[in-house]
């Protein structure tokens, strides 16, 4: 709570914590660990200067896996969106101060900027994965270039994200229209929401939109002939709406992968994507169409394209560019670069 307020009122994101982060310290020097692996530290639930310090005088080897920007800022976590690049030299004043890590008062970004760099680039022993090319293509042009950096893509669960039968339609009573599936943790601004609501207002009859993860702040923008469904708990109810949908949509408009498109792909079916960040890496020829961003029309005519074909059509190609994505490879990868640190160290 403490790490929170001090984060939201000054803009300290991964600054508090200190009591918790040392005692965590105290339990990494019980187990002595051959190697670190870390992923997301913002959140408000450590405290970055004090984890790098000691990982710097430990001198223990580090493995990095990055999902967002945020340890090449000095705020933000995406930066696609308001077209700033800052980061590439040194942030000075954020353009997006009250998105995540909101901060309501003060931007600290120029010294978040220093503070990091000096931190993250002191440790001698580590290595960079990350989650897609375009994201491997960020860390090239930041401070942390000179690491080596791989990219081990999100893994996905192909036996729990397969085709599997519903009554999905039947319940939304879709008919015989085509199903235009959205999946997301909330459809904010940068997830597409108003694009959703343009797009319901000019597709041709015959297309139903269905959003999943969808919030009450979501619910009050889109139009109600849009399917707004809270988010669910349950992968294989997941897996169904997957195997329900014509097509998936993915308007966001920044991503670092995309999970939702893979899980769709193994499930079956195509998904049309906006042609930015991480996205167009996931889309080859049979398992969807990739449009410009914000581009309404092109979206439309996409639709209409991948839909004028049956599902069935896109089902094995799918299903066949999904299983490069299957977990059990990408935790292969990992124990390779695991494996790399520790015969260099013996």
């Avoid at 696609?80 to 030299?89: I, L």
């Avoid at 930041?142 to 994200?161: A, C, E, H, Q």
């Avoid at 009859?205 to 988010?231: C, H, K, M």
Wanted: with cysteine; charged share 25%; aromatic share 10%.
């Amino acid at each position: 709570m403490f790490h929170y307020v001090e984060s939201s009122l000054f803009d300290a994101q991964g600054r508090g914590s200190r009591y918790s982060t040392k005692k965590f310290l105290k339990v990494i020097d019980s187990i002595r660990p051959d190697i670190v692996h870390i992923h997301n530290i913002h959140g408000c639930f450590i405290n970055y200067p004090i984890l790098f310090d000691y990982l710097r005088e430990k001198s223990i080897p580090v493995v990095w896996t990055l999902h967002d920007c945020w340890a090449m800022t000095g705020h933000c976590v995406h930066f696609e969106r308001t077209h700033c690049e800052q980061w590439k030299k040194q942030c000075l004043s954020c353009p997006q101060k009250h998105d995540f890590p909101k901060s309501y008062l003060f931007d600290r970004c120029k010294s978040n900027y220093s503070l990091k760099k000096r931190l993250f680039t002191a440790i001698e022993k580590m290595k960079i994965t990350t989650v897609s090319s375009w994201l491997k293509g960020v860390a090239e042009l930041s401070y942390l270039k000179n690491f080596p950096i791989n990219v081990v893509y999100n893994g996905v669960d192909i036996k729990l994200f397969s085709h599997i039968e519903s009554n999905i339609r039947e319940q939304l009573n879709i008919g015989n229209n085509k199903m235009l599936l959205a999946v997301a943790s909330g459809f904010e601004e940068r997830k597409g929401i108003y694009d959703f609501a343009a797009l319901s207002k000019v597709l041709p009859s015959g297309y139903q939109i269905v959003l999943i993860g969808t919030n009450e702040n979501d619910r009050n923008v889109l139009p109600n002939n849009v399917i707004a469904i809270s988010r669910t708990n349950s992968v294989k109810e997941l897996a169904e709406f997957y195997s329900a949908a014509d097509v998936l949509l993915s308007l966001s408009y920044e991503e670092t992968f995309g999970l939702t498109i893979v899980e769709a792909m193994a499930c079956g079916t195509p998904a049309i994507v906006y042609g930015n960040t991480a996205q167009p890496e996931l889309i080859t020829a049979g398992t969807g169409k990739i449009v410009p961003t914000g581009d309404i029309e092109s979206l439309v005519k996409a639709i209409e394209e991948v839909c004028s074909k049956p599902r069935e059509t896109y089902v094995e190609t799918c299903r066949k560019h999904a299983m490069q994505y299957e977990e059990s490879l990408s935790y292969q990868k990992y124990l390779d670069i695991y494996e790399s640190i520790i015969n260099k160290r013996n």
